[in-house]
């Protein structure tokens, strides 16, 4: 690792998402220049997921700041522990701890919307079986996923959404960076894809440097991309 390298922002986007959700927040980035990349996330299982983020951290030469969104910060609390990562971000995001999965972190607390507008499908695997993923109802999406954006950009984002396999929710993480790295957190306060109290709670647990979005949705990196990209360049600058 080359100690007088700047850190390179690497955004992990969540499930019933891609890359292009950071659009606002990366353009904020590159207008503090602050080297940005947004890898996308495979959305087929924790240890795998976690696996493609670190194999993409482990391909940029200098420390990282890895931040994740939603799902994507499940996958970066795994993916953290890679000697390079510097800091982590949680944006709406779930934080867990080692040996943790995401319904018994959201089991917790009470049901967000999210848990009854979500439609399952099959998809098939390896060795000719098939599995099952889950993505939500398109019809429900505004409201559920993006209710301070635009209607007419919600409408793509619902038909562009990617599933999330369903394993994912059951899957323990296999560790917690969280635990050796510094963390900042961003809560959104009208989320109604993660329950808010979910988001305290794992960010509280974490450590981390709380924001809060008063009346964000869980799109908060589309609907506020300069709240999102400030907290981030105060990672950057914290561990730079």
Known sequence: MTSNSPPTVVLVHGAFADASSWAGVIAEL?????????PPNPLRGLASDAAYTASVVAGIDGPVVLVG???????????????NVVGLVYIAAYALEEGESLGELQG???????????????????GGGSAVEVSVVPEAFPSVFAADVPEEVTR???????????AAFTE??????????????????????????VERFGARRAGATVVEADGASHAVAVSRPKFVADLIVEA?????
């Open 30 to 38: 590159q207008g503090h220049g602050v080297p940005v990349v947004a």
């Open 236 to 240: 950057v600058r914290a561990v730079g």
């Open 108 to 126: 917790r607390f009470p049901d967000s919307p999210l848990a009854s507008s979500l439609r399952t499908a099959t998809y098939p695997v390896d």
């Open 156 to 166: 793509v984002l619902a038909v562009a959404q990617r599933p999330l396999a369903a």
């Open 172 to 197: 323990p993480a296999a560790a917690a960076a969280w635990r050796s790295k510094r963390s900042w957190a961003l809560v959104a306060g009208a989320d109604n894809a993660i329950n808010p109290e």
């Open 69 to 83: 969104h939603s799902y994507g910060g499940a996958v970066i609390t795994v993916a953290g522990t890679a000697e």
